[in-house]
């Protein structure tokens, strides 16, 4: 029973261009929402979150949108970067005080010059 | 400041022996966290141990166990070792409940 849903495993987009990264969930406890990065041979390096009390999260070229009703989040980055290649996983956390994230499965993004 | 430092980096072991996976954290975080990652169900977790405690546990078997030492350092175990337990092994600290910061794991293949 998979908690947190990454869709797509892969994402192409063209440097300069928005990417846009899925994440659904199914846990109505969730309610803190990360995105990791990670590259190859390293471990998650941590990108951006959003509490459930809001909706959109912005730092730099990277924004997370969370949309309580249909338990779906997004992650944008504008503009895109060959240096944005990597995987990105979403992760979900519920404040019952235990320090657990729930992860996707990842989508790995490929940015081309 | 000093990451979080996970050793060895790499190791290769037979099926059936057993293998130990080192954590020293950030200095100050309490809270440490495995997390074990697969091509085909990404990242999965294994236990979170703060002061020692075990406070939470993922869904695997027996077999794999950790301890906190009173330094916050931590270590797993896998007892029994199978080809599927082939993975990248990765460790997280935190202050807080969610800053988690990772390490860049252990890459353990059995043979």
């Known amino acids: 029973d998979q908690q947190v849903k990454q869709n797509s495993p892969s994402l192409s987009v063209q440097e300069g261009r928005i990417s846009i990264l899925n994440c659904d969930y199914t846990?109505?406890?969730?309610?803190?929402f990360l995105w990791y990065k990670k590259y190859p041979a390293e471990g998650p390096t941590f990108l951006i979150s959003?509490?459930?009390?809001?909706d959109k999260n912005e730092d730099g070229r990277f924004t997370v949108f969370l949309n309580k009703s249909a338990k779906h989040l997004s992650l944008h980055i504008v503009p895109s970067q060959p240096g944005d290649s990597a995987v990105y996983f979403c992760?979900?956390?519920?404040?019952?005080?235990?320090?657990?994230?729930?992860f996707g499965k990842g989508t790995m993004l490929l940015v081309s010059p | 400041k000093a990451g979080v430092t996970q050793t060895p980096r790499y190791l290769i072991k037979t099926r059936g022996q057993q293998v130990t996976l080192s954590c020293s954290p950030i200095?100050?975080?309490?809270?440490v966290s495995w997390y074990q990652q697969t091509p085909g169900q990404g990242l999965q977790f294994l236990f979170e141990?703060?002061?020692?405690?075990?406070?939470n546990k993922g869904n695997f078997p027996g077999r794999f166990s950790g301890r906190q030492f009173s330094n916050s350092r931590s270590e797993m175990n896998v007892s029994t070792l199978e080809l599927g337990d082939s993975a990248l092994y990765l460790c997280?600290?935190?202050?807080?409940?969610?800053?988690?910061?990772f390490g860049s794991g252990t890459r353990l293949t059995v043979v």
């Open positions: 959003i509490s459930s009390i809001k």
């Open positions: 846990n109505s406890m969730f309610d803190y």
């Open positions: 141990y703060f002061s020692e405690t075990q406070r």
């Open positions: 997280a600290s935190s202050l807080e409940t969610y800053g988690y910061t």
């Open positions: 992760a979900a956390s519920s404040n019952s005080g235990y320090s657990t994230l729930t």
């Open positions: 200095s100050g975080h309490r809270s």
